[in-house]
């Protein structure tokens, strides 16, 4: 879809149906048109909604002037989910923040879609519960976006993925509909016939605009228990995560990462690099009553030792915890430093085969000729493997394309898939036929037609002709050519 | 859909699919006609699938001769979701009770549709896990039926339902295509883009036809402990579940009985009514490791006491457990034996709200002049509600009705639904514009269409103009009249 055009008087429609609250002033358009990849769609206008009603008043009009309608969270997203590709509304959720609810007794908080992960967590944990999913943009990205995305983190392990705390929504329908889900129907845990909920996690935005989510809390953890190792190889750290997969250690968080990541988060973080270079380190925790813990390391030390982890140790404080902690969560934007460009990306594969994907990956930056590091939620398979390049080396480019086929392809020889927690977005649409099967394609098609006969919804997402822009400046002629 | 008729042609077409596992024999179709409603439908033929292949082969052949399918468990549903209302194929899962794979290391199992709840749970106990969803159909209800109607337990309260625990569906869709979601497609913990599978469960088999499971399994519980309580009425039981319940104990089963349905399961168990009357009873468990239970009965005991409780007991040993349990599971069919007929309904209401609704309940019981019991899964706020009757006195029966349209209503307004496990089926249908707006309904339109454009999939099941058939006899003249 190409071609959306903003007329003056739908702009004033638009206006007077928000009561100004939003823009078609160039500048704000401009804030509103990437997320975390290198993709840009400029919106013809954006919108900051401040109710449902605002969203249905938006919806009916975009229907009629035939303008895509793009939610967006706060823009985090890898895969070009938020970003408003055809142009159209930019509906941006930052004026709709509210945390209506946190019933204690039944565990379930009410939420606007706007509300940043971490403002809950830290809402909720001030009354004795938790909300587990952790996205390692937890402190900017939003629960409308974690919704869109299906969003996970190094909780997962444990505690599972956003979807698995979704217990209602109340959903704004491209017809301009409310419709309310589970929890937001009827204030009891169950509801009648089956419950179209589930559909919209992981939909991106494409068929229905989420204005409120109900999600379930858990008991905050008593203890929590971190600790730290290191290994002369990636190979090593990658077998310790699948024997203690195997050995059922009820870990609620299992990272890897490899030798360079380390140190470039290290450097990041410190200042200066590790002392002595490590190949893989595993930051680890479990979580529970102190009882429960208490043989614990008993259970994990040996299995480090057996698969030859050095520098093991175990967090003795809350500083030395969030010490470890912010070499993981820094390891995005110490990468960014890095070099002139990365493409990340973002598969899983079984836990016990991690080993074997990490030889692939290694035997395919060789080939390509390109680094390719790698970290990420090993405790469900979930890896994060960045492609280190020069964005504008043509080389580097048709190598990077390669090397992204090549990941993708090893992963679902390995029962894997394409996309652990970042979605299909912009970037991955053109592989999901190698990953889903014909049929499961046509009904995707078929459910998304039938939420949103008007094709307005976050439109070229998921399902697309449209060409991965990354690989653009590959399709024109080189220069010179 | 009425009038269905299947040709020699047809049936020699099918006969040749599935190598003569299937039969028109009219003894054969009887037995595929009912549920545990009274309401009947009977099949042109029963098919008895080996493979996916063969359920492919039959919905084209259904397709192409306009012939309704209707997959089937064990039958005991209580909505009639399972009912060849509309004649056509009566698709019956006896044949695929493989176990296919129980992944101890995953903790994943994958399952035929027709393995009985109770086989699989035995299995995988004996590999020290175990499955929690656990209808009291247990011994006798299919997987398929499970993840049909997204049946829950005693045990949901803690576990959930069935749909928290499918983490992948194979299924075949009307045009004959085989669809595999999550663990089926891919054999790691997420998948690609947004997954169709959890639509299905509690869809009842109107969007496509289930021909494998892959069901997520937990530890078994170290220790499972069990206590009883007896109340000199029913609201005392239901304050101490609401007390209970805002305590925070994490109870892993929480079911409550009024009087009648405990004399009468306790004369049905024990050959003679209890010594003393009780008009409300609790059966209690608190399940996980031996140390964590240490201080739940010194929590329970005082919440127990302070609501009046009378007989508070805890089962010394699984003998004691064994009989405390067969009470409650003899509850359904000791009603059976009861009187000659009931209507039995599944409401779910917020957990603190059970004590509203018994009142409600009593006051409807009293103005409509038959004896309401109920009993049922108070740890999450559903109740069985059981109307007792002569469904020969017409009088009876219009009253019934009048009961049971009272009884929505009462469920609803207090926040609750028309179905917390059962489903909705034939004779729900003509209540679901009570719960569902009119927007949340048109999305299910689309949704099953989008799913079924044939509308050959188990036609006339939750949505439905078709009267319930429950009334049949009130709309036609009365006798003498």
Chains 1, 2 share one sequence.
């Not at 190409?2 to 638009?14: F, H, N, W, Y």
């Not at 070009?80 to 959720?93: M, N, R, T, V």
């Not at 809390?217 to 077998?239: C, H, I, K, N, Q």
Request: with cysteine; charged share 25%.
């Amino acid at each position: 879809m190409e071609g959306s055009r903003l007329t003056k008087a739908v702009q004033r429609e638009i206006e007077a149906a928000v009561q100004g609250s939003c823009s078609a002033a160039r500048e704000d358009r401009i804030c509103y048109s990437f997320d975390a990849t290198d993709i840009r769609g400029l919106p013809d206008i954006v919108v900051w909604p401040e109710s449902p009603d605002h969203v249905v008043a938006v919806v009916k009009i975009a229907s009629r002037a035939r303008l895509p309608v793009v939610p967006r969270g706060a823009g985090t997203g890898y895969t070009g989910g938020s970003i408003p590709i055809c142009g159209g509304i930019a509906l941006s959720f930052e004026k709709m923040t509210r945390i209506a609810d946190v019933n204690v007794t039944a565990r379930v908080a009410v939420v606007e879609p706007g509300v940043v992960n971490d403002d809950l967590r830290n809402t909720v944990e001030s009354l004795g519960l938790t909300y587990p999913p952790d996205p390692a943009s937890l402190k900017v990205s939003t629960i409308g976006g974690n919704v869109a995305e299906g969003a996970a983190g190094p909780r997962t392990v444990l505690y599972g993925t956003t979807g698995d705390y979704v217990v209602g929504l109340e959903l704004v329908t491209m017809d301009g509909s409310i419709i309310r889900t589970g929890y937001l129907a009827s204030a009891s845990d169950v509801s009648a016939a089956w419950d179209p909920g589930p559909l919209i996690v992981g939909s991106e935005g494409t068929l229905a605009v989420v204005t409120n989510v109900a999600l379930r809390l858990t008991d905050a953890p008593e203890v929590t228990r971190t600790y730290w190792a290191e290994f002369g190889s990636l190979d090593d750290a990658a077998a310790a995560v699948a024997m203690i997969t195997a050995d059922g250690v009820p870990v609620s968080v299992l990272e890897i990462m490899d030798g360079d990541t380390l140190a470039c988060a290290t450097e990041y973080v410190c200042g200066r690099a590790p002392d002595t270079r490590s190949e893989g380190a595993l930051l680890i925790e479990v979580e529970g009553a102190a009882d429960d813990l208490a043989g614990m390391w008993g259970r994990l030390r040996p299995i480090l030792e057996s698969c030859g982890a050095t520098g093991i140790r175990a967090a003795s404080d809350e500083n030395e915890r969030d010490e470890l902690w912010e070499i993981r969560r820094s390891i995005s934007a110490s990468l960014a430093r890095l070099g002139t460009g990365k493409i990340n990306e973002d598969i899983a594969v079984p836990r016990s085969r991690i080993p074997m994907f990490i030889a692939e990956m290694r035997r395919i930056s060789e080939e390509v000729n390109l680094p390719i590091l790698a970290f990420g939620h090993a405790g469900d398979g979930n890896l994060h493997v960045n492609i280190m390049l020069d964005r504008a080396n043509r080389s580097h480019m048709v190598r990077a394309q390669q090397a992204v086929s090549m990941l993708f392809s090893a992963a679902l020889k390995l029962g894997g898939t394409l996309s652990g927690e970042h979605g299909i977005g912009i970037t991955k649409a053109e592989h999901l036929a190698e990953e889903l099967d014909e049929a499961a394609l046509r009904v995707t098609v078929a459910v998304r037609r039938a939420l949103d006969p008007s094709g307005l919804l976050n439109p070229d997402k998921i399902l697309s002709d449209r060409p991965n822009p990354w690989w653009d400046d590959l399709r024109a002629p080189a220069v010179g050519a």
